[in-house]
């Protein structure tokens, strides 16, 4: 329904250095982010892990998509996958879903991490391209924590725009 489309949001200021001191990934404040799944060297940022899960995830440098190319977020409540539990959907623009759209026809078969305020939620794999501008960022049992989530992003959505 909602296809494979993720989106990371990363709401700290950090510098990660490797171990040669150089600067490898700077975030800035308020940034949502898509970043790629990378293999851990000194070239990346330190591992992240899953809730649960021991840190063995690396991001990559490169920005696939940010904050600039999220049009809209909101919640809806899932009545065929999961019932009961609530999405967090965001839509993209249409510089956004044209990169996105080439982004996932050239890395099928990758994994994208998806982080909120600095926690690794999920680092799916691109299973297929995506044609579509909507996608779901999370999903929750609890509607106000969708809630909270849509209100956070949708602050940062208009700092930016102003």
């Known amino acids: 329904m909602f296809g494979y489309g993720l ?9 990660v250095f490797g171990t040669g001191g150089q600067e490898i990934v700077k975030v800035d ?6 970043r790629p799944v990378v293999e851990c ?9 899953l809730p649960g899960k021991k840190p063995e995830i690396c991001l990559g440098r490169e920005v696939i998509l940010s904050l600039a190319d999220i049009q809209d ?5 899932d009545s065929v996958y999961k019932p009961g539990r ?7 623009d249409s510089s956004g ?5 080439g ?4 890395n099928i078969g990758k994994r994208i991490g998806i982080v909120f305020k600095a926690k690794l939620l999920a680092a799916p794999m691109i299973k297929a391209q995506i044609m579509h ?11 106000d924590e969708a809630e909270w989530m849509v209100h956070e992003i949708t602050k940062a959505i208009k700092r930016g725009r102003l």
Not at 73 to 77: E, K, Q
Not at 86 to 92: D, E, I, P, S
Not at 103 to 106: F, G, K, L
């Open 133 to 143: 501008p909507l996608f779901p960022l999370k999903d929750f049992e609890n509607k």
């Open 103 to 106: 982004y996932t026809r050239s």
């Open 29 to 34: 404040t308020n940034l949502v982010e898509v």
């Open 7 to 15: 989106i990371a949001l990363l709401a700290a200021s950090t510098t």
């Open 86 to 92: 609530y999405w967090v959907l965001a839509f993209l």
């Open 73 to 77: 977020v909101y919640v809806r409540a």
């Open 41 to 49: 060297s000194d070239r990346t940022g330190p591992p992240m892990g």
């Open 97 to 101: 879903s044209t990169k996105w759209r």
